[in-house]
């Protein structure tokens, strides 16, 4: 398996091109279920769960064609002409679990759907409770046989009225693709707010999708009797453009990230900039840099969007192991979601768990060590961390990391971090 080697203590300077948002990628590729005609992506990112997507749908009948691939990402086409099979595999979904989110357009378009229960994963059990609920309540007959969600509609869906007891980003995808075939008017209140929805609901707009209150928590939709092609080009990555605006941060650089939007980043800017981080908008992007000093500490929580996302908690702690002073991390989202802390303590930082919070007291500096990967944000909250600190770190299990960063080493090195990739 490879491991990425960094030898630490050099601030990052230069460009960082933002790819396009793995999680509003995700959901767009299963919207191609919803219509017989092709639906063009582009800015998509070069991401191992892209690929394994793309191999869940070419079971279900989907042609995807490579029409670019260049700098600012690449150009699929995903052509749904016919829906062949209805079942999500358990050995698909088991390593991607965002394969749930077929659910909704195959029972949309097919009115059947088979999918393998996802399963937890390291962060958390990870239930689709509310993902059933909405598709019940759309007229679907679900039950669960072997490890598998077996949902029907025969006769199609009708609109329905959900209040979300709980925020799902998930859910609301499933809820939303669902709505824009079903039957007369849907109300889904309560949904969640984050940005990639809002792209979804865009894309599905061009599709001929009649949708009211995108990137509210109130969607109102009119379903119609078909969808047609469109081609929509991803909104960029929030949750990369965090991990390497905290990266410029960490190591005391000054990087623009081009592409990114400062209107997606959400708590995350207010909180970095309380941290004493300058953050300018730029005519390309965002330029962050550490306005001189060590970090200060600062407290942080996560929340639902626009709150401070949850896929940032591991790398603002790895920024808070040096700050001056302390802080307070608690994870509201996820219920195991620090199994980075054992890691970053390996390197030198003081933290200790109380529960759902980490106290975080800063120390001078970090200390390179062979650590390991456990998560997809875990693993690039160690890369900031070994970016930082005196000397080497060596990180184990990096496919972790190829789930959801698009070129990572070669655009830390462009800003003259010394890092490589060792192939075992
Ligand atoms: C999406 O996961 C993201 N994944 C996650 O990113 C992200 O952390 C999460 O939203 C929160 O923002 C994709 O978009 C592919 P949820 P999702 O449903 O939809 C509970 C990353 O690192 N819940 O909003 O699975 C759930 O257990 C990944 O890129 C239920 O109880 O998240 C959690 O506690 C990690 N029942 C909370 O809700 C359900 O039916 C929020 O989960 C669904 C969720």
Do not use: W
Not at 57 to 78: C, P, Q, W
Not at 148 to 162: C, D, K, N, T, W
């Amino acid at each position: 398996m490879d491991r990425i080697r960094i030898r630490g203590g050099r601030p990052l300077k230069g460009t960082i091109a933002i790819s396009g948002a793995k999680n509003a990628a995700l959901p767009l590729m299963t919207a191609s279920l919803l219509a017989d005609e092709p639906l063009v992506l582009e800015h998509l990112p070069a991401l191992a769960d892209i690929t394994t997507l793309a191999h869940l749908l070419a079971l279900l009948g989907v042609e995807s064609t490579e029409i670019a691939n260049g700098e600012a990402g690449r150009t699929l086409s995903f052509h749904a002409r016919h829906i062949a099979e209805t079942t999500a595999p358990y050995d698909l979904v088991r390593k991607m679990r965002a394969s749930i989110l077929v659910l909704g357009p195959l029972l949309a378009r097919r009115g059947s759907a088979r999918v393998s229960l996802p399963g937890g994963c390291a962060i958390g059990t990870r239930p689709v409770d509310l993902h059933l609920k909405a598709m019940q309540a759309f007229g679907a007959e679900v039950e669960l046989a072997g490890g598998y969600v077996e949902a029907r509609a025969p006769r199609g869906l009708r609109g329905a009225h959900i209040v979300f007891p709980k925020i799902s980003v998930g859910a609301t995808e499933n809820a939303l693709m669902a709505a824009v075939l079903a039957r007369g008017e849907s109300l889904i209140e309560n949904a969640a707010r984050e940005p990639e929805i809002a792209d979804l609901g865009r894309c599905l707009a061009a599709m001929g999708a009649r949708i009211e209150g995108i990137g509210t928590e109130t969607l109102r939709v009119q379903g119609v009797d078909r969808l047609h092609g469109a081609r929509h080009s991803v909104v960029a990555d929030r949750i990369e453009a965090g991990s390497y605006a905290i990266a410029a941060a960490i190591t005391g650089g000054d990087v623009e990230l081009i592409g990114a939007r400062l209107d997606l980043m959400g708590a995350v800017a207010e909180m970095l900039g309380e941290a004493g981080l300058a953050i300018d908008e730029t005519p390309r992007g965002i330029r962050v840099r550490r306005a001189g000093g060590r970090v200060l500490g600062v407290d942080v929580m996560t929340e639902p969007f626009p709150g401070f996302p949850t896929d940032l908690q591991a790398q603002i702690m790895a920024l808070m192991t040096t700050c001056e002073g302390a802080s307070m991390v608690t994870e509201s989202i996820f219920e195991n979601r620090f199994m980075h802390v054992p890691e970053l303590v390996r390197m030198g930082a003081s933290i200790n768990l109380h529960g759902a919070s980490a106290m975080v007291r800063g120390v001078k500096t970090l200390k390179g060590a062979p650590v390991m990967a456990t998560d997809l944000r875990a693993s690039v909250s160690l890369v900031l961390a070994g970016l930082a600190a005196e000397g080497e770190t060596v990180i184990s299990r990096v496919y972790h990391l190829d789930r959801g960063y698009d070129g990572l080493e070669a655009k830390l090195s462009a800003c003259g971090a010394d890092i490589e990739r060792l192939r075992d």
